[in-house]
């Protein structure tokens, strides 16, 4: 099996990473940068969100695992404690994957035929630095409301306990395919009006945001922001490509999700 480590660059990442490393070689797994079939993330989950980036050209044949030198991360959740039984079974066990959703989301120009396509593990974020965004929202190729305001949020199942929990989204269970739209401060009176809720949407159910006011944006993806003039249309849905995750032993969602939250380790 070949695998690649990548690593927070802290000095305690950098040296569980060499350590892992020289474990797993002499336990004859090949170091690939090229085409890992595992990706190992040594830090925290920002460090998987980059090594989810680094490799989202080949997520048919990698397959990610993240260790935590911080808190608990949602995607590193192995403790260094455990590292020795996990390269015991890294190099000995065929590993299970679970699957996780991701969101698409197409960027089209409104100058010449630029289009660009992006998957995103925790979510998009749409904003501006001049005043408010405005848009048309259309789903399923219906209009559903002209949202006016900071901006607008959509995130993947397993993100939904990032910036979209901070917004009032709800947390969604990675085993559902969809995503979910909040909003940032939308501007609601007689003369502009939102849903105000978190919108959830099921596979196939695309969403279209239609600038109608010409802004710079702020669109970011996961820990990346890119800046956007001209946007015909940002288009949203979930993504036929998912993340595979090499499951060694069991971390339910919902535990995770209290051991982050609400219990003190
Ligand atoms: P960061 O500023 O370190 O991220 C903010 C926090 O979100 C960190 O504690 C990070 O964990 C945590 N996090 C990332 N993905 C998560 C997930 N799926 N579930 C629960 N917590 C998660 O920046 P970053 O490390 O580059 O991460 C980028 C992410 O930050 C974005 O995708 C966005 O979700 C999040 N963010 C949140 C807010 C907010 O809550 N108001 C604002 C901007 C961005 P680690 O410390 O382990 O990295
Ligand atoms: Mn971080």
Known sequence: MKFKIISKGDER??????????????????????????????????TFLEAFHRYNHRLQSTAFIGVHTGHLGFYADYVPE?????VIEIAKT????VEYPLLEVIIRSKTGNKVDSYLAL????????DGSVVFDVEIKGERFETFRGDGLCISTPSGSTAYNKALGGGIIHPTLEAIQLT???????????TIGSPLILP????????PLVERSFFITIDHIT????????IQCRVAKEKIRFARFRPFPFWNRVRDSFITEN
Request: charged share 25%; net charge neutral; hydrophobic share 35%.
């Open 13 to 46: 990442s950098n040296q569980i990473k060499a350590t892992m490393k020289q474990h797993l070689i002499d336990f004859d797994l090949i170091y690939d940068r090229a085409e890992p079939d595992l990706v190992i993330s040594v830090g925290g989950d920002g």
């Open 183 to 193: 909003e940032m401060a939308s501007i609601n009176n007689r003369v502009f009006r």
């Open 122 to 129: 925790n979510e998009a974020t749409i904003k501006t630095p």
């Open 82 to 86: 455990e590292l020795e039984k996990l």
């Open 94 to 97: 065929p590993f299970q994957v």
């Open 226 to 233: 890119h800046n956007y003039t001209n946007v015909k249309s």
């Open 203 to 210: 596979k196939h159910h695309t969403c279209l945001l239609k």
